[in-house]
């Protein structure tokens, strides 16, 4: 009989609108036979990971993000009223996830959020899900923090944007998905304000993440997402199709460090 130890855990990272790509990555993963039996995530990528936790397929978290636009969340920022709340992603998850629980989800879900008060991350699996999520994806100065418990939460990748660390125990094998350009750039690519702002982004995010990205078995890192703002208009399918490539791209390296 197997062991909890002979299962494969998933870190989706945060990334705004192209954290999407990573929808089209589990959609190659499970094309090939792969499935992860554990999902941690911080900011979207607690989003993507509840919807697939709670049993949705890629395909039909693909839908649901045309048909009701599930990471508008991350296009309402930066709006002349100043700092959005987190009504439409509280609508979104009691639209599709009825049962407001980590119990309640299909798979286990580890989900990462940042602590205002104690200045540290913390990982959440258990007991009321909505107020995680929203805390998990609450972007700091875009969107209010969450208040839970007498504390205030904001985004998980403020502080962890790769939560590998609850995935190390229960799994003999991890798979990571990044979607944050860490590469050197040349002057044309940083022409004006956003350019710079998303760089800045990318590269804080892959500093908190460096040492559990090197830890995964097998990192997928869909490079054409990186051209795509954290919180530009999104295209649902542009992007999945870019995780989806990627992944495809890999399958051979991906089945020797997960399957083998």
Not at 49 to 64: K, N, Q, R, T, V
Not at 133 to 158: H, K
Not at 167 to 184: A, S, Y
Not at 195 to 215: E, F, G, P, T, V
Request: with cysteine; net charge positive; charged share 20%.
């Amino acid at each position: 009989m197997s062991s909890s130890k002979d299962k494969t855990g998933i870190v989706l990272c945060g990334g705004g609108v192209r954290g999407l790509a990573q929808i089209g990555v589990l959609a190659a993963l499970e094309g090939n036979g792969i499935r992860p039996d554990y999902i941690s995530g911080s900011s979207i990528g607690a989003v993507i990971g509840a919807f697939y936790a709670a049993g949705y397929s890629p395909l039909e978290m693909l839908e649901i993000s045309k048909s009701s636009s599930m990471l508008k969340v991350f296009q309402l920022g930066f709006r002349k009223s100043g700092i959005s709340n987190l009504k439409y992603l509280h609508n979104l998850l009691k639209r599709y996830l009825p049962g407001d629980s980590f119990e309640s989800l299909k798979k286990q879900l580890f989900v990462c959020v940042s602590n205002l008060n104690t200045g540290k991350f913390e990982i959440r699996n258990s007991g009321k899900l909505y107020p995680y999520i929203l805390a998990s994806a609450a972007v700091p100065l875009v969107f209010e923090a969450q208040e839970i418990d007498g504390q205030l939460y904001v985004d998980g990748g403020l502080l962890n944007n790769f939560p590998l660390e609850p995935l190390e125990e229960l799994c003999t094998k991890t798979i990571g998905i990044f979607v944050h350009d860490h590469r050197p750039v040349g002057m044309a690519t940083l022409k004006n304000w956003q350019d710079i702002a998303n760089r800045c982004l990318s590269l804080a995010l892959h500093q908190n993440s460096k040492h559990n990205l090197a830890s995964c078995n097998i990192l997928i890192e869909p490079e054409k997402a990186y051209d795509y703002g954290v919180f530009r208009k999104k295209t649902d399918e542009e992007l999945f199709r870019i995780g989806y490539d990627k992944t495809n791209m890999m399958m051979d390296d991906i089945k020797k460090a997960i399957l083998s």
